[in-house]
Structure formats: C-alpha cells, structure tokens
C-alpha cells in the first residue's frame, strides 16, 4: 500500500512543489533548506494577473479561445468523417492509414513553410493563424478517436433508420450524438487540452498579441533573474485545468487503447 | 411482358439515380474538410521544398536568392546537424526504453493489485495532459539551485552539491524528466492492454495449476506484447522529435549540447533566421523518418 503511495508521489512531485512554491512568499521562496511548513500567500497569483508587464490575464484568455475553437471545429468536421468512414467503408484504405502516419512526423518540419505563408497572409500573431494550425493537427487525432468511438454504434439501428427513409444528415444529427455524447467529449477534452498545451507554434506564431499560456509562462524568466513566485503560479492555473480535466476522461482512454473491451 | 420489363427499369433507374446522387452530396458534405487538410499538407510541403533551394533570410521571400541544392550540402555536411542526430536518436532509444519496462511493470502493479480504482489510476495519469513545456518548467523549478527542493535538501542532508544542469549529467537530468512524464502514456497503454485480456484465459490457466509467474510469462505478455510494442514506438517517435521540454529547460544546451533535431532546426531557421537551411534540414529528416518509419511497419506486418 505504502509503495503505490510512493510511486503516485514521485509523479506528482513537480506538480505539487509548483503548488507549493506558489504560495510562498518572497522571503520564504529563498530560505534554505526550502521551507515545507510555511505561511502561504497568494500575492504571486494576484501579481500575475494585475502586473502590467505580464499580462497573463490575457494569456488565459487566449489559450482559453484558440483551445475552445479548435476543439468545436475539429468535432464538428471530424464527426461526419469518422461516420462516412465506418458506414459506408469508403475511405478507410486511404484516409485512415495516411492520417495516422502524420502523427510520425516532426512538426517543426511545417513550422518554416507555416511561418512564410502566414506571413503572406498576415496571420502572424493571430489567434485564427494559431487555430488553423491547432486543427491541422487536432482533425487528424480527432478522426482517430472518433473512428474508434463510433464503432461501438450498433449497426442495427444505423440500417433501420435508413430503411425509414432518414436522410444521412439527419442520422448524423439525430441519432448518433446521443448515442455517443460521452465519446464525443472525451474527444473534444482531449483536443482541447492538445491546443492548451501546444508550444512549438505559439512560440513561432505569436509575438504579442496571441501568446499563449505555455509560451506565456517562460515569460517570468527575464534577464534580471526568474521571478519563481509568479512563474509558478502561472503554471499552476495553466496545469490545474488538465489536471481536473484527466479524472474525467480517464475512463475513455482506457476504452480507447484496449479496443473497447472492459472487465 | 416486355412493357413491364421496361416500366421496372424505369422504376429502377430513377432510384439508382436517386441514390447516385445522394453518394455524391454525401461525399461532397463530409470529406470537404479530409481533403482540405490533405491538400493543405501537401502544399505546405511542396512549399517547403521550394524554399529550400533558396536562402531565405528571415521571412523574406522576395529578396531570396535561387541557391539550388546549396542548403541540402550544406546541412549534410554540418556538424551540429548530426550531432543533432546522434543526440535525439540516444535520448530517444534510453528514454524509450526505460518508459517502456517502467510503464509495464507500473502497469502491472496497478493491475493485480489495484484493478479499477479510479483515483489511484488517475493520479497516476496526470503527468501525461500537462503541457510538456509547462512540465518542463515545473521541473526546473523543482531541480533549480536556488529554489529547488531536491538540490537543497541534497545538500542539507549528504552535503553534496548536485548541479542538475551541468554539462556533464544534463542529459540524464533530461531523460528523468521524459521518465517522470510519459511513463504513465506507456503505463495507461499497458494497463488497457491487461483490461482486455478475457477472464476466462487467467482461470482456466489458473484451473489448470499455473503458478502467477508462468501466467505472466506465457499468457499476458503475448497478450499484451503488440499493445506494448506500438507503445513503445509511439514514443520512441515522440521523444525523437522532442522539443519544448528540452527547450525550456535548456534552450538546447549549452552551445548545441542538449539540442534535439527539432531544437537544432528551429534556432538555424528562427534564432540564425536561415529559413532556406531550415527548411532543406526540415526535409532532410522527413525523409529519413519516411523512411525508418515505412521500414518499421514492414518489420511489424511481416511479424504477424
């Protein structure tokens, strides 16, 4: 027992001596050896926010928008995909396996041809600029999991609706939601928490006004020094969300990998 | 008779025309966006390639010279390229292979022990949905001289002074970090494997008198063997093209130290503004990827 408790500790470390390190005061921050009781104080969380420098208001605002945009559309596009996929058994040959080889590519390969043609376009330093390259990505997992959810719609009631004369449209919007409301969420959680946690392009794409919570964070680290308060609680409110976000979506993970048998 | 023959087909005719095209608004109102990012991919590759044959500095594509394959000799022969290489291929192969027997054997803990406790299972989970940058930072946080917890009680305690930066041991700093956080992605893959092995094998192995070791030797690892293998390619793959964590922990090393392929990619195109070279690199790993990857899948098909 004690051993699970050690092994769950060890890979949370980081997390909760962020936690820690942001609720201690400037004084304390330097004490050796680092202090574990102390008296905390939430002054870095309120400094983040009310600093004019930082700003990090507005980095939540935007990792909050980019991530939400993209996850509706990549559901919204990716859906109907993954159901033509499955029903009708059309672009299985071709769709599916080149999707899934995408994923083996380093993304930094598209970053240079990105970066020049969103400039072209000026599309620099905009959340729409980052959204596109978000769903670039995001539709690609999307269909993935969205493929792998659907499969456990019963054909049955797929063909009797069609015998009923539906329109595919309406089975698409009438039958299949309900049925996999969960799966779609889980899918959507699990696109929103990627473009939350993207880096490599918001780092190239941004520059003031669409910077993101990650590249926002590495922000504290200035010249003068690292302001370990306010960095860490940046990174907590940046990491809290997933990390609330994780209980809810373990158990569609686990139905993703194991091929959707459960004990 | 034959009147009748001709009002069927008619009758017939009209519904396959009805259903010819019903196919074709389907396809048209569901594959737009597929082709979309398919044709927006090809682009970005074909654009890719054009501006490698010119050296574009900086974004600027109107005063970019036509260099032809000068990038591409250029890249091949420079040092920090493959040293690149040699670096992203070594914290790959160590990190993916301690995550891999980590994540097993957590895995396997967690599923003889703990089978469906929710909360233990999550706990365990939360490294992985943390951005890796942010993770990153966490982690110098943590190992930092200054304010690090574990430096400062090394200290206190064994008055040893453990710089986790330094040149020498960065990179094992480096690998436990990757450890720390994707173990659970190996471990999450691995325990779902174990979740789908019907009951009915354990019992009737048990049944027949097999002790837990031989059951673990000759029943769940071939079980679970494919399962485990895709993982561990998945993130041998990952962790080849790593980038933000390094990234924010290092800047890529001292020098060109701890700079992966991605990292030594983007500071020749982004710091040094050579976008031309960048991007003959960017294509230079594509294919070699391409590659190793095509070849892999051959290995793996042919296994089974």
Known sequence: ?????????????????????????????????????????????EN????????????????????????LFSIILTLPAAYYILFFR?????????????RSIPLIIFAMPIYLSFKQLSLIDTRLGLIIVHLLVDIPISLVLLVNFLQSVPKEIIEAARIDGAAESKILIKIIPPMVSSSIVATFILCFIYSWNEFLFALILSIKNTTTLTVGATLFITAWGVQWGEISAAIVISTIIPFVLTFYIQKHLIEAYSGGLKE | MPIIRDKFSLLFKKEEDKIKRKKFKNFFLIFPLELFVIGGLIFLIIFTIYISFFN?????????????????????SSEGFWNSMKFSLKFAIVVTLLETVLGFLIAYYIFSKFKGNKIIFTLLLTPIMMAPSLYGLMNRILLNNFVGFIPSYINYFF????????????????????????????????????????????????????????????ITIPYISSSIIAAAILRFLEAFRSF??????????????????????????????????????????????IVITFNAMKLIYRRW
């Open chain 2, 244 to 289: 933000d964590t390094i990234y924010v922990l290092t800047g890529g090393g001292p020098g060109d130290l701890t700079s992966t392929v991605s990292i030594y990619i983007y500071k020749v195109g982004f710091h040094l503004g050579y976008q031309g070279l960048a991007s003959a690199a960017g294509l230079i790993l594509f294919t070699i990827m």
């Open chain 1, 48 to 71: 983040i926010f009310t600093s004019g420098t930082f700003r990090f208001g507005k980095f939540l605002y935007n990792s909050f928008v980019i991530a939400l945009v993209t996850s």
């Open chain 2, 159 to 218: 008055g040893i002074n453990i710089d986790f930066f330094n040149p020498d041991i960065v990179f094992y700093t480096l690998v436990l970090i990757d450890v720390l956080q994707w173990t659970p992605f190996v471990m999450l893959i691995a325990y779902s494997a174990l979740l789908g092995i019907p009951k009915q094998v354990f019992e009737a192995a048990r049944i027949d008198g097999a002790n837990s070791f031989k059951i673990l030797i000759n």
């Open chain 1, 90 to 102: 059309k672009g299985k040959r071709f769709l599916l396996p080149m999707v899934t080889n995408l």
């Open chain 2, 56 to 76: 574009v500095r900086f974004g600027n594509l109107h005063e970019a010279n036509f260099v032809g394959f000068s990038n591409y000799i250029n890249i091949l």
């Open chain 1, 1 to 45: 027992m004690v051993f699970i408790i050690l092994i769950i500790l060890v890979f949370n470390i980081p997390f909760l001596n962020v936690i820690i390190t942001s609720l201690k005061s400037k004084v304390d921050l330097i004490s050796y050896p680092p202090k574990i009781i102390f008296k905390p104080t939430f002054e870095h969380f």
